[in-house]
């Protein structure tokens, strides 16, 4: 199997080659935890598949999962690609930021892209995004609407107690502000917070501290993953959680373990993500 490996601020992606496919039959999960092993494996905190559309919204390519059958399936009129991502425990991830990025240059790469084009329609599991490439090598990526989750929510684990605002952005997330982002217990309380009786489908964890009105510093354990260095809607989460508690602005700098994304939120518009994303290397497997 062909794939490349790539990156969004330390989040880091298996992609596979245009023309290769994933065996969705028995054993399916242990293969995408096989492919994510950093020891035994490629190394990546999830797997990525990205399958161009007809101008009729049906997939292209065969193969792409329960329910695909043997010729193309409808999804959507006016989206380009399909992309679907499934974490390194091998569950399936409704959407991810980063990965976002990353399939946008790829499709730019591979020659996938009409000509000139710098903007996509991708369909996910939560709905459309739509990424954009700029100019600088950057990546802007329209996430869609914030939506309501369980509101404001306490948690606890071991014997600390939390205040959580929740945001869904496609995909749930707690996020949680503190005074000292350097005093938190990431592994530990993200493991226990992952799983709270709340979160039936499980929820990605943020610990967040203001820094200035303009940045936000933020840690965060993705739910399937684990501790990761850079969550693309954690951030935007987070700027959303800001903004309904009074803490930031329309916009900000969010500062991750693995560099910083620029999130912008008008109100009553979509959340807008802007960083980096690059190919690391090539392989076969």
């Known amino acids: 199997m062909n794939f490349s490996k790539w990156t969004g601020l330390g989040n880091d992606f298996v992609l596979l080659e245009p023309g290769e496919s994933l065996d969705f039959g028995s054993g399916f999960e242990q293969r995408i935890k096989m492919l994510c092993d950093r020891r035994f494996g490629i190394g990546a905190d999830g797997v990525v598949l990205v399958t161009p559309m007809d101008g009729e919204g049906c997939l292209i390519m065969d193969g792409v999962g329960p329910g695909a059958g043997p010729a ?22 409704a959407m991810c930021g980063n990965a976002t990025r990353c399939v946008a240059k790829f499709i730019c790469s591979r020659g996938l892209a009409k000509p000139g084009q710098k903007v996509f329609n991708l369909h996910t599991q939560s709905g459309l995004v739509r990424p954009e490439l700029l100019d600088d090598g950057r990546v802007c990526v329209d996430m869609g609407h914030p939506r309501d ?32 982002i350097e005093q938190i217990q990431l592994e530990d309380w993200g493991r226990v917070l992952e799983v709270d009786k709340q979160f039936p489908d499980r929820c990605n964890i943020e610990f967040a501290q203001v820094v200035t009105p303009t940045q936000i510093r933020m840690r965060v354990w993705e739910r399937g993953c684990g501790v990761t ?7 935007c989460a ?25 999130i912008k939120h008008e109100e009553d518009g979509p959340v807008l993500m802007t960083g980096p994303a690059q190919e690391v290397f090539k392989g076969i497997i």
């Not at 605002?165 to 496609?170: A, D, I, R």
């Not at 987070?238 to 803490?247: K, S």
């Open 72 to 93: 193309s399936r409808a999804v959507a009129n006016g989206v380009d690609f399909e992309m679907r991502i499934f974490n390194a425990d091998g569950s399936e991830a």
């Open 149 to 180: 989750f369980l509101g404001s929510i306490k948690l606890s684990a071991g014997c600390y107690d939390f205040t959580a605002e929740t945001v869904s952005m496609g995909n749930p997330h707690a996020v949680i502000f503190v005074d000292d």
């Open 229 to 235: 260095m850079a969550c693309g809607t954690g951030s």
């Open 238 to 262: 987070t700027l959303v959680a800001a903004q309904r508690t009074g803490r930031v602005g329309v916009e900000a700098d969010v500062v991750l373990d693995g560099g910083t994304l620029h």
